[in-house]
């Protein structure tokens, strides 16, 4: 685990670097016509786009996203894994579901982080959370085979998979969103 370790936490300073001083402009900016983002309700909180429409199946092809829909993405899927396989508790009072939407306990679509500090703070608890989860997952259970768990389909894994191809797969998920969210930093800052 030390290696994966080492390369989550040297992605986690060079993220922390590129959205450094991230304004709400840019958080919210949309690059194209359509896109998903976080959207002021009436009732003045956030929601994540598209609820309340279903967010599974995605459509084909798939939305262009703001760094926003991005941010709150992070934040979602990781927590949303933590629970599902064991490695918290799920809360005593889970957030609501709704039709279409992932099972996950601990996240409300309907209720996200509106700004970019927000966000951050946010993502800085989830991401501290599943670090800290990694860091203590034992060898033995790091090798396990997945079995038939709800979702596995959804990361291209199989029953027989290793645990740890999860772990993989949400690093991977943090990995390439920041870089997508590196990349529309510098578009917002060339447009013309």
């Known amino acids: 685990m ?3 370790l080492d390369q989550i936490d040297v992605w986690w ?8 001083g991230l304004t709400e402009d840019e958080y919210l900016w949309e690059p194209a016509a359509g896109c998903w983002s976080v959207r002021r309700r009436d009732d003045g909180r956030f929601s994540y786009d598209p609820w309340p429409d279903p967010f599974w199946p995605p459509p084909e092809p798939p939305p262009v996203t703001t760094i926003a829909w991005r941010m709150v993405h992070m934040i979602a899927g990781p927590t949303g894994r933590l629970v599902k396989y064991g490695f918290e508790r799920a809360p005593d009072a889970p957030a609501p579901q709704y039709d279409g939407w992932p099972e996950t306990p601990t996240f ?3 209720d996200v982080a509106g700004t970019p500090g927000a966000a951050m703070d946010a993502l800085t608890n989830t991401f501290g959370r599943w670090r800290d989860a990694c860091a203590a997952i034992a060898d033995d259970r790091a090798w396990e ?3 038939d ?3 596995i389909d959804v990361m291209k894994l199989g029953e ?4 740890l191809n ?3 797969h949400v690093n991977r998920e943090y990995i390439h969103h920041g870089a997508e969210i590196a990349l529309l930093r510098d ?6």
């Open 2 to 4: 030390t290696v994966v």
């Open 13 to 20: 300073m060079w993220f922390r670097r590129r959205v450094e």
């Open 108 to 110: 409300d679509p309907a």
């Open 145 to 147: 085979a997945l079995g």
């Open 149 to 151: 768990r709800e979702g």
């Open 160 to 163: 027989n998979d290793p645990f």
């Open 166 to 168: 999860v772990v993989q």
């Open 187 to 192: 578009l917002y800052a060339a447009r013309s």
